[in-house]
């Protein structure tokens, strides 16, 4: 009932491509849906996150799709580049707060 | 305004022994998150802190593992009686507040059990 499912575990995009992860929650009171990119050997940083009122938040060359009837959120990265590559996490929780249920990560390269 | 710090980066215990890891806040920031990141997975949440109280454990094994913030100093996350499968990378956040507010990640303790 508290997963979050993400997939793929891992993703090769060329420069210039568009990146998709793909995400999907059980807990339909889940209300507040972040996606976090991890550096190697550092903290999580928020990138974008969504409320289930909207269904598509854009920031930059990243944007957020949301799916309330099928329980799914899915993180678009336009235009991607090498500086992109990073592990991707989605995330959801209750009441906005901050006890984050994570997937289990993305490991995007993008390639020249 | 410094970011939330950890401290140490990289902890090495032997078995049996005691693991104290040390998250010092942003300025600012009364509410603590620790979670534990295991290799090739996620991050699991573990407890939420907030100034002297413990406002949520769920995700704490129920022993070895206690979590503090007291009025004064940096939360502690301390392990008694390391096990193997007590390697991790734990990671703490925090936020200003509660409910829809960002909360910032530190940059992790690494925890190797030999």
Known sequence: QQQVKQSPQSLIVQKGGISIINCAYENTAFDYFPWYQQFPGKGPALLIAIRPDVSEKKEGRFTISFNKSAKQFSLHIMDSQPGDSATYFCAASLGGGNKLTFGTGTQLKVEL | ?114
């Open chain 2, 1 to 114: 305004n410094a970011g939330v710090m950890q401290n140490p980066r990289h902890l090495v215990r032997r078995r049996g022994q005691e693991a104290r890891l040390r998250c010092s806040p942003m300025k600012g920031h009364s509410h603590v998150y620790w979670y534990r990141q295991l290799p090739e997975e996620g991050l699991k949440f573990m407890v939420y802190l907030q100034k002297e109280n413990i406002i949520d454990e769920s995700g704490m094994p129920k022993e070895r593992f206690s979590a503090e913030f007291p009025k004064e100093g940096p939360s502690i996350l301390r392990i008694q009686q390391v096990v193997r499968g007590d390697s991790a990378a734990y990671f703490c956040a925090s936020s200003p507040r509660g409910g829809f507010t960002e909360a910032f990640f530190g940059q992790g303790t690494r925890l190797t059990v030999v």
